[in-house]
T-cell receptor, first 114, second 115 residues
Framework: QKEVEQDPGPLSVPEGAIVSLNCTYSNSAFQYFMWYRQYSRKGPELLMYTYSSGNKEDGRFTAQVDKSSKYISLFIRDSQPSDSATYLC??????????????FGKGTKLSVKP | SAVISQKPSRDICQRGTSLTIQCQVDSQVTMMFWYRQQPGQSLTLIATANQGSEATYESGFVIDKFPISRPNLTFSTLTVSNMSPEDSSIYLC????????????FGDGTRLSIL
């Protein structure tokens, strides 16, 4: 069983739709959870960064962490064609994202159609 | 966040040769990391570049294959040695502030193809 599972998609939605992206994980020691967005031929760009369980909102983006279920989600409201990219979840143990090993999902490719 | 520049952005190399990838940051950072992103695979940490000491390598990666330098707090290099087609990948540099719990930020990567 891989440490982090993420559906690779591709996921195609119409403009304005609500998008739900998810990852599951097996290591209960993970405490820091991140979502990165990666456009073609670019590096991963940090979107959301959360600690432990709960929700965090930033504009059209909401990150949810459910540690009891080992499940994290990223919601995108009012999706735009510019949101078309690959979304990577990442997580790490108690040393946080700046230290230690970030474990990534394989990424979900999202396409938002005008 | 810091601006991270990687050079070269892409290269095509012959098998058996070596290539050095540079990572330059516009501010001093405590932590610098090197990752590999193979097609269809997750980003995988190669090593942590430590300023003033040897890099710390993850399981499956060795110094002879991926020597790393970190001469100061704004610069690091990764060399991919004796390359084979299996080394064709994207290599990414990331950085993080030294304060606790700061997330990593990535450069745009080096796209490497081995013939």
């Amino acid at each position: 069983q891989k440490e982090v599972e993420q559906d690779p998609g591709p996921l195609s939605v119409p403009e304005g739709a609500i998008v739900s992206l998810n990852c599951t994980y097996s290591n209960s020691a993970f405490q820091y959870f991140m979502w990165y967005r990666q456009y073609s031929r670019k590096g991963p760009e940090l979107l959301m960064y959360t600690y432990s369980s709960g929700n965090k909102e930033d504009g059209r983006f909401t990150a949810q962490v459910d540690k009891s279920s080992k499940y994290i989600s990223l919601f995108i409201r009012d999706s735009q064609p510019s949101d078309s990219a690959t979304y990577l979840c990442a997580m790490s143990d108690g040393y946080g994202g700046s230290q230690g090993n970030l474990i990534f999902g394989k990424g979900t490719k999202l396409s938002v159609k005008p | 966040s810091a601006v991270i520049s990687q050079k070269p952005s892409r290269d095509i190399c012959q098998r058996g040769t070596s290539l050095t990838i540079q990572c330059q940051v516009d501010s001093q950072v405590t932590m610098m990391f090197w990752y590999r992103q193979q097609p269809g695979q997750s980003l995988t940490l190669i090593a942590t570049a430590n300023q003033g000491s040897e890099a710390t390598y993850e399981s499956g990666f060795v110094i002879d294959k991926f020597p790393i330098s970190r001469p100061n707090l704004t610069f690091s290099t990764l060399t991919v040695s004796n390359m084979s087609p299996e080394d064709s990948s994207i290599y990414l540099c990331s950085v993080a502030a030294g304060t606790a719990n700061q997330p990593q930020h990535f450069g745009d990567g080096t796209r490497l193809s081995i013939l």
